[in-house]
């Protein structure tokens, strides 16, 4: 059985992240980035989770999905990070759709798949 663990590579941990953010949208919950990092590494993790969250946000892009990473919101700021690609003035209504969306219809993405939109966006 694979795990997830500390050497695991950003698309390994983008398809984690996917699964965590998947059931929060659900269950229409936001995660700040520190949470976020604290339920994927068990400790703060500051500043490793841009690149894995930039995955997930061009896959939603080029697949056309909601912005799933527009759940994932800075503690102080209620805000998703600057080089998240959702617009200030669109964020709630980003959000929302993001809470109706039936996640769980999607088959969740591959590593590859993830590296991939990242590779031919980033």
């Known amino acids: 059985m ?15 992240a996917w699964q965590i953010l998947v059931a929060a949208a659900m269950n229409r919950q936001t995660f700040t980035y520190k949470g976020l990092s ?10 490793v989770l841009d690149k894995i969250l930039g995955h997930i946000a061009f ?7 909601p912005a799933l990473t527009s759940i994932v919101v800075g503690k102080a700021r209620g805000t998703p990070g600057a080089d998240i690609p959702v617009a200030p003035k ?8 993001v809470y109706n969306y039936d996640w769980y219809n999607v088959y969740p ?9 990242f590779a031919s966006n980033g």
């Open 2 to 16: 694979k795990k997830f663990n500390p050497s695991s590579n950003h698309p390994d941990r983008a398809l984690q």
């Open 38 to 47: 604290q339920l994927m590494y068990q400790k703060d993790a500051a500043g």
């Open 59 to 65: 896959f939603c892009s080029d697949n056309k999905l």
């Open 90 to 97: 669109v964020m709630d209504r980003e959000r929302e759709k």
């Open 109 to 117: 993405p591959l590593p590859k798949q993830l590296a991939d939109s």
